[in-house]
Antibody, heavy 119, light 110 residues
Framework: EVQLLESGGGLVLPGGSLRLSCAAS????????MSWVRQAPGKGLEWVST????????FYADSVKGRFTISRDNSKSTLYLQMNSLRAEDTAIYFC????????????WGQGTLVAVSS | QTVVTQEPSFSVSPGGTVTLTCGLS?????????SSWYQQTPGQAPRTLIY???TRSSGVPDRFSGSILGNKAALTITGAQADDESDYYC??????????FGGGTKLTVL
């Protein structure tokens, strides 16, 4: 059974940093691309970033490019999102999502972790 | 910047059929868009219904189907049930590794 468990969310000051983690199990992690998708309170889903199984290439939404970095540790079956220069508009639930192959749309989702950026 | 469009809301009667659509503000949806559909109820993670236009995700009943209708992606729900009342999101591939979600459709079953 595929399981994705996010952690690392919390309250952070504007301009601050946070690193999210997503522990994966139930599939061969290194052979699948992984993504982060976020949802601001009361809003829709927004794709944030994708990383292929090998770790390269990576892709980012314009809204986070240059501030967020996606990475993975295939030996630990863990996905990361390093978030720097955080803004109020980054406040959201961040979901980890597995893709259907080494590239493609998302098929399995974690339960999400809440990031709140506020002074 | 291309916007992905969805009906903000839709209603269907129990047992009825409804088709939700997902379009582009500029251009047409095709198989190369890898359109995918997700169901979400308040406070829950999204659930994958359909990916890559018409592939049903594991465990999804065949009441849910995906297709391309004209220049849009479509999600059809037949035999609507009360627990189909949810928000439905589509996502489209835009090239260069970029994915864009639609704003979502709130489906009411009444």
């Amino acid at each position: 059974e595929v399981q994705l468990l996010e952690s690392g969310g919390g309250l952070v000051l504007p301009g601050g940093s946070l690193r999210l983690s997503c522990a994966a199990s139930g599939f061969t992690f290194r052979t699948y691309a992984m993504s982060w998708v976020r949802q601001a309170p009361g809003k829709g889903l927004e794709w944030v970033s994708t990383i292929t199984g090998s770790g390269d290439p990576t892709f980012y939404a314009d809204s986070v490019k240059g501030r967020f970095t996606i990475s993975r540790d295939n030996s630990k079956s863990t996905l990361y999102l390093q978030m720097n220069s955080l803004r109020a508009e980054d406040t959201a639930i961040y979901f980890c999502a597995k893709t259907v192959s080494n590239w493609g749309p998302f098929d399995y989702w974690g339960q999400g972790t809440l990031v709140a950026v506020s002074s | 910047q291309t916007v992905v469009t969805q009906e903000p809301s839709f209603s269907v009667s129990p047992g009825g059929t409804v088709t939700l659509t997902c379009g582009l503000s500029s251009g047409s949806v095709s198989s190369s868009s890898y359109s995918s559909w997700y169901q979400q109820t308040p406070g829950q993670a999204p659930r994958t219904l359909i990916y890559s236009t018409d592939t049903r995700s594991s465990g999804v009943p065949d009441r849910f189907s995906g297709s391309i209708l004209g220049n849009k992606a479509a999600l059809t729900i037949t035999g609507a049930q009360a627990d189909d009342e949810s928000d439905y999101y589509c996502v489209l591939y835009m090239n260069n590794g970029i994915w864009v979600f639609g704003g979502g459709t709130k489906l009411t079953v009444l």
